[in-house]
């Protein structure tokens, strides 16, 4: 179950919806909120501005500092908006000139493009995808604009590098940038996924973000993307991931191909992580758009996805307390539409990371970035342990 401040926040983020009764269960809901806790709570769960609007029809309702401190706190995510849109103009002019072709995603486009009403999504950083060979000549260019690398230069393609897929550079005055080489960041389920990157290039779009004309994801991406986003990048664990889910269909639905967007979620090997984002979108937000054709062609049919199904009525998804998401969680984590990969996930997290056999017994081969040794290490030694028995002292 919900908390009282968080059964609110809910509420709030609903307010794009045109429910009759909305008015009525916000009112119901300030009566029993946690008005110390909300601020913070409404902060983690990026959904500042919603609450500041909701709760400003409903003054007599809500304690005038709590108001006054979602006014200011909103009065700081819109200069941070101002901020960006700044940067992007300075960036997409300086990657253009030197023919880096670049997509923007998430932050300001949802704000501006993507959501209903502006200045309504909050961001941290600027999240840019480039061409992996033209990663080396960005990076040149963002330290060209006075940025500099949060990770040695060295590391970006080393193991460690390969595995993040993605740099971050820092600047004082602006906001930090993810730069990403896979839009799909997901180290333990790398060979479980296959995105068509060169798909993702031809269908990209222009839009227009704080006055400037930058490339982005198409509308089926951008919906697959947040999906992914929201269940496998952060466990679901905030509203404003569910309320992009929501946004991104309300705004595209409408002229979107559905059959097509199924069919790329099923060839990208995602439609585990889309499915379970559009279900808990629509009992969170209320999201009824998505076809109910696209919902069942969707649908996983395996046994794990039941038992997932199940724990997550029984344990809501966005509780706040980890104990009692964690059986949610560990279910969660080694679902994937394929079972062989499934039965690799199970492994992943039953046996002992790669490092741990290599510390422990340094006489074993290397074989990183490979789940054969998740099979042949306990093999070996099985086989070193019967021909050289461990000693204790």
Known sequence: ????????????????????????RLIDACRAAEWHRLVDQAAFHGVIGYAQEALSSLEEHVPGEVLNT???????????????????????????????ENILFKGP??????????????????DYFVRKEDIARAIDAFTAL?????????????????????????????????LHWKLINLPTHESSI???YDEIWRS????????????????????????????????????????DVEQVVRRYGPGMDWDNFARRVSRYHLKTFVYYALILTSEVCGLSEVPNATLANLKPKYLTA???????????????????????????????????????????????????????????????HSELYYFIYPVLIALRLLKQPAKFD
């Not at 486009?109 to 600027?126: A, H, K």
Request: aromatic share 8%; glycine share 4%; proline share 3%.
């Open 1 to 24: 179950m919900l908390d009282p401040t968080e059964r609110l926040l809910v509420e709030c983020v609903r307010t794009d919806d045109t429910d009759v009764d909305l008015r009525v």
């Open 70 to 100: 979602l006014r200011q706190v909103r009065i700081a995510q819109i200069a941070r908006i101002a901020m960006a849109n700044r940067d992007v103009a300075i960036i997409t002019s300086e990657l253009t000139r030197l023919g880096i």
């Open 109 to 126: 486009v949802l704000d501006e493009v993507v959501y209903q009403r502006d200045n309504m999504r909050s961001f941290g950083d600027l």
């Open 146 to 178: 006075g940025y500099s690398l949060v990770e040695d230069k060295a590391d970006i393609f080393t193991g460690k590098g390969k595995i993040k897929n993605q740099v971050h550079l820092a600047k004082e005055g602006s906001l930090p940038i993810d």
């Open 194 to 196: 296959a995105v068509d």
């Open 204 to 243: 990209a779009k222009m839009v227009e973000v704080g006055g400037t004309t930058i490339k982005t994801l198409s509308p089926e991406d951008t919906l697959i993307f947040q999906c992914v986003h929201m269940t496998a990048h952060h466990d679901s664990n905030r509203l404003i991931w569910f309320k």
């Open 306 to 368: 039941r038992f997932f199904e199940q724990l997550a009525r029984r344990n809501n998804i966005l509780e706040m307390q980890q104990l009692k998401r964690k059986p949610v969680l560990e279910l969660w984590r080694i679902m994937r539409d394929d079972s062989g990969k499934r039965y690799v996930a199970i492994l992943r997290r039953a046996l002992p990371k790669v490092d741990w056999y290599l510390e422990y017994y340094p006489v074993l081969p290397k074989i990183r």
